[in-house]
């Protein structure tokens, strides 16, 4: 297993640093997703080759009527399905093999929490996170990378505990200033700066 304090890397760096096409296609899946750098993107890339990876293995078994085969292929697609990568039903080998990278990034938190509307921007979102506005259902998470499952998707909130769970906090998107109560008198303007440029 190795010692603790050294875990071993996650990903796996392209195999030629310097490939103009590579590097703008990567540059603009990190604007798109809000990703920090390029080593969660490279993380989703490795994760998507070990699903594939194994598909292939899998695929050449059960060609030849490998029984267990047939059991780890039903797991492998149940797997993909409650992370919601594949449909529940019907899918195949296949499908594993033609998922891409976006499919994985659109699985994050980040993103998710993005599109449910609790964050302005997929960098506010991954900001939220790691402070500690986001959960899961009763349990706070404060990884950016998590992979949702399906099950757990509709859980994705505020945090109870966090002041963002608040209707009209101003970070939250759509919330709107508490009306001014009756009888009180409007905020006055600011009053022009003196001749020597100082408020009077």
Do not use: C
Request: hydrophobic letters at 30%.
């Amino acid at each position: 297993m190795g010692d603790p304090k050294f875990s071993r890397r996650r990903y796996e760096r392209p195999s030629h640093p310097w490939e103009g096409e590579r590097i703008k296609a990567e540059n603009e899946l990190l604007k798109k997703y809000g990703l920090k750098n390029k080593k969660e993107l490279w993380r989703a890339q490795s994760v998507l080759r070990r699903f594939r990876h194994r598909a292939r293995q899998l695929q050449a078994l059960v060609r030849y009527g490998d029984k267990q085969a047939g059991k780890e292929k039903d797991q492998l697609i149940g797997r993909l399905g409650r992370l919601g990568l594949l449909p529940t039903e019907g899918a195949s080998l296949d499908d594993v093999l033609g998922l891409d990278v976006e499919a994985v990034l659109s699985r994050r938190l980040q993103t998710l929490a993005f599109v449910k509307g609790l964050a302005f921007t997929p960098h506010q979102a991954r900001q939220f996170i790691t402070h500690g506005h986001v959960a899961i259902g009763p349990r706070r998470v404060t990884v950016p990378g998590y992979l949702v499952t399906r099950m757990e998707e509709t859980g994705i909130a505020y945090d109870p505990r966090s002041p963002i769970s608040h209707d009209l906090h101003p970070a939250r998107p759509g919330a709107q200033p508490p009306p001014p109560t009756e009888g009180e008198p409007p905020e006055a303007p600011a009053a022009p700066p003196g001749p020597g440029g100082e408020s009077p």
